[in-house]
């Protein structure tokens, strides 16, 4: 059991609740245009979902948080059992990627493979899918860079096998990680993509995102323009409301962009600068069915066990 300073246990605390917050704000945002300037949603809205209700970003990151509290290392059959279980409850959304692998899953395939072989006939397939939920690994590794960056990996390859999915959740979670320890937002960025040897294409990405303007910024669900976007906003603001808001007005994947977003700037300013009114809309089922909601609570408690 480490003992954690109160400052590293408020910023694990803050990227556990600004991922899932970020991914709320953005719900309502989804799959449409960029918001014009002087017209930027700053609150909580309704959507889909009630306002403050997370998505499946946060729905899948729980699925690995709760394998990261049973085994480590990781074990990727029993992730990809808990996608399964998630998957087979039929969960609000799901992205086409990951649908396609765990309905083979389902039927007994191994994930894994099933990604290598998926990116061998769809080479340039690479969305967002393993990004949007990679956060709980930095819960889990903070202090130990080597397995970090080994778990982002891995985590990744069960659905999205790609280099740079595999190279941005790596590169995501390193920056939240030394946000955590405590360096400052360029710093940790630059170190991050040193640790990780400054990989292809994503490197370019992150470099180059603190420079870009609001419309030069696509925010696809590629899953370079996710990151990018979340650098963006990350480095473009000085505190954790303002980031959400510049990235989730971005238009197109707003929330898993805000959640990438959130969970750096949660790291980044702790706990305790995250708007409460924002966290008493916080909710969402987990595990779907159950009728159990999550409220900040249970992801302060996540945080809490995940670095326990
Ligand atoms: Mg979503």
């Known amino acids: 059991m ?3 300073s109160p400052q590293i246990q408020d910023r694990l605390r803050g990227a556990a609740v600004g991922a899932a917050l970020g991914d709320a704000f953005g719900m309502p945002l989804e799959f449409l245009p960029p918001r014009p300037l002087r017209e930027l949603v700053v609150e909580m809205q309704h959507g889909r979902l009630p306002a403050g209700h997370f998505t499946d970003d ?22 990809t059992g808990r996608f399964v279980s998630w998957y087979e409850s039929n969960p609000d959304d799901i992205g086409i990627q990951t649908s396609t692998i765990l309905r083979r899953a389902s039927r007994g395939e191994d994930a894994l493979k099933v990604a290598t072989e ?12 393993s ?4 956060w709980p690994v930095t819960l889990a590794y903070w202090n130990d860079l080597p397995q970090l960056m ?22 995501a979670n390193l920056v939240m990680a030394l946000l955590v320890q405590g360096d400052e937002i360029p710093a940790a960025i630059s170190q991050a993509l040193e ?9 370019e990405r992150v470099e180059g995102a603190p420079r870009k303007t609001r419309n030069e910024l696509p925010n696809s669900g590629w899953v370079l323009h996710t990151l990018e976007s979340a650098i963006w906003g990350l480095t473009t603001t000085d505190n954790f409301k303002d980031a959400i808001i510049q990235v989730a007005n971005l238009g197109h994947d707003t929330d898993t962009a805000a959640t990438v977003a959130g969970a750096l700037a949660g790291a980044a300013y702790g706990l305790s600068a995250i708007p409460i009114e924002w966290r008493k ?3 969402g089922e987990w595990p779907l069915g159950s009728r159990t909601f999550w409220q900040d609570v249970g992801f302060i408690n996540l945080a809490d066990r995940l670095a326990g």
Do not use: F, Y
């Open 131 to 134: 990004l949007m939920r990679c």
């Open 58 to 79: 946060t729905e899948m990151a729980l699925a690995l948080a709760e394998s990261l509290l049973a085994h480590r290392p990781l074990n990727p059959a029993d992730l």
């Open 281 to 283: 809309l916080l909710s």
């Open 118 to 129: 998926l990116l061998k006939t769809n080479p340039d397939a690479a969305g967002n899918g």
């Open 2 to 4: 480490i003992e954690l």
């Open 195 to 203: 640790l990780a040897e400054h990989p292809l294409n994503v490197t």
């Open 150 to 171: 080994e778990t982002s990996a891995l985590q990744s390859r069960v659905t999205h096998a790609h280099e740079d999915c595999v190279n941005a959740c790596v590169v």
